[in-house]
């Protein structure tokens, strides 16, 4: 089994990237983030998720809300599921920065929603003020990570898990 996991222990080896820990790093990132743009590690931060249900992606969920946990002024104030449709992640970026105008920091879980929400973020002009770290290494993160749309990437490498599994 390569990448992520199944409901299954019928397999003779399991080649993953540590899930939980990315997404505890994308916590670490965006209170590093809010520390440096507002000088204290406080604010409201949500986070998008591409699947529901998908082993990968619950394991980068729960590692960032486990993550903000050593933060205790980062307040998680929403999830957003995005069907992994870029564009359903940047209308729910913008969604949860309009009902939210306080929130300081994203967390995207994919690079569909790390594209969308960057994408949300550059049209609202947000980059230097807002902190979106996202899962991955698309051109379209990249693209974003380039512009300042996206303050940082959790990133694996999804070749050598490959080329290791075969």
């Given amino acids: 089994v390569i ?3 199944a409901k299954t222990d019928k397999y003779a080896a399991f080649l993953t990237t540590n899930n939980e820990a990315g ?4 916590a670490d990132a965006i209170a590093q983030c809010i520390k ?5 590690v ?3 931060v949500g986070y998008l998720t591409a699947m529901a249900g998908h082993e990968s992606l619950d394991s980068r969920d729960k590692g960032f809300v486990d993550g903000l946990k050593a933060y205790p002024d980062l307040k998680l104030v929403g999830n957003r599921v995005a069907n992994n449709e870029e564009a359903e992640g940047m209308s729910l970026t913008a969604d949860m ?4 105008p306080d929130l300081v920091g994203l967390f995207a879980d994919n690079a569909q929603m790390g594209t969308g929400a960057g994408a949300s973020i550059a049209e609202q002009k ?3 003020k807002f902190c979106l770290v996202a899962f991955d ?3 379209g993160e990249v693209e974003h990570l380039k512009d300042g749309s996206i303050y940082g990437l959790v990133i694996q490498d999804p070749y050598m898990m490959g ?3 075969v």
Wanted: charged share 30%.
């Fill in 23 to 26: 997404g505890k790093a994308a």
């Fill in 36 to 40: 440096e743009r507002t000088g204290k």
């Fill in 3 to 5: 990448d992520s996991g």
């Fill in 137 to 139: 290494s698309d051109a």
């Fill in 163 to 165: 080329f290791g599994g």
């Fill in 97 to 100: 920065i309009t009902k939210d």
């Fill in 126 to 128: 947000l980059g230097s």
């Fill in 42 to 44: 406080a604010g409201k």
